[in-house]
C-alpha cells in the first residue's frame, strides 16, 4: 500500500498529464483519482486518451449500439471508443 506522501505525487502527477493533454478541466482540489469510474467516464476518458496522446480516430465501420439510458454525451463517448475497438 502507498503511503500518503506516495499517493498525493501520483495524483498531481496524474493531474498533470490529464491536464497537459486537455483531458481534464478540474483543479488538483476535486480532482478524484481514486473515485470509483462510471461507464459514461471511462468511455470519455479512453476516447481522449486515444485521440490525443495515441493519435487514434474511431472507425466509422463499427457498430456501435448500447440498450442502456445514459444521456447523449456519455452515449457518443460510448460510441466512440467501441469503434475503436475499445469497449
Known amino acids: 500500500m502507498l503511503g500518503l506522501a506516495a499517493e498525493n505525487f501520483i495524483s498531481v502527477d496524474i493531474h498533470n498529464f490529464l491536464t497537459q493533454h486537455q483531458m481534464t ?18 468511455a470519455k476518458f479512453s476516447y481522449q486518451f486515444a485521440n490525443k496522446v495515441l493519435h487514434q ?18 452515449q457518443q463517448y460510448a460510441i466512440k471508443v467501441c469503434q475503436l475497438g475499445i469497449m
Not at 26 to 38: G, K, Q, V, W
Open 57 to 74: 480516430t474511431p472507425g466509422i465501420s463499427n457498430k456501435c449500439i448500447f440498450q442502456d439510458k445514459s444521456d447523449y454525451q456519455s
Open 25 to 42: 478541466s478540474t483543479t488538483r482540489e476535486n480532482f478524484r483519482p481514486t473515485a470509483i469510474l462510471t461507464k459514461a467516464e471511462l
